[in-house]
């Protein structure tokens, strides 16, 4: 899918990522959405705006050393969790940075994601909390994010955020609206059980496991299709 995709595509699909989580909720004035340049330790990255103001002429070129190599402006400040990510994990092709509301809930009140529905199966391996609360400006503070990401598809940032990374930048994004959907969900019904996590149906190994594609070419494509029409449809300002 990736390696179809021209360099135009894939500035224009950067471009629609960041103005995807910031119409459906995940992040207002702060967060961004990057994509690696095929086979080499660059990446496509927004400047220092809201990922609502994004647009594809506009991306920066760095690399994993969070040197800028092209473009103009500033890049955002958490530039580092991008770089050390592509670094750490050569797999990576696209990230997702953004402080959605009801993930930073679940941080704060002690509670793990679980899988609560089927579309949460994608996470179904469990999704690491980073406790520091501190915004990822450093290198050393990328590599340690990177570390707790591991081989995962998703980490929790307490207080903070959260960060997907996965194979594609359509992949990331999808995973991250799956993943504040479902932490939305975990919420309502903690709040519907009275608080109380045992009373919710969690899903067992098996059935989460059972529900493991979601985040797959298939279902992948379904949904950016979804969100990037609704995007474009309904963009900041208007
Ligand atoms: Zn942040």
Known sequence: MRAARSM??????????????????????????????????????PT??????????????????????????????ELWIHARLYAARPDVGGVVHAHPPASICLTQIGQPHRVVHN?????HAGVPEFERISL????????????????GLAVMMRGHGITTALPDVRAATVAACML?????MQL??????GGDPARIRVY???EAESMGDQVGPRVVERAWEYYSIAAEARPLGR
């Open 188 to 193: 309502r019904m903690l709040a519907a059980a």
């Open 136 to 151: 990822i400006r450093t290198r050393e503070l990328g590599d340690l994010l990177a570390r707790k990401l591991g081989a």
């Open 204 to 206: 067992t190994r098996e």
């Open 8 to 45: 135009n595509g894939l500035r224009r699909d950067v471009a629609l990522a960041n103005r995807i989580i910031e119409r459906f909720g995940l992040s207002g004035a702060f967060g961004h959405v990057s994509a690696r340049i095929p086979g080499t330790d660059r990446f496509y990255f």
């Open 48 to 77: 220092r705006r809201s990922p609502g103001l994004a647009s594809a002429g506009e991306l920066l070129v760095l690399d994993t050393e969070g040197k800028i190599l092209s473009g103009k402006g500033t890049p955002n400040s």
């Open 180 to 184: 504040e959907e479902s932490a939305g």
């Open 119 to 123: 579309q949460g199966g994608a996470f």
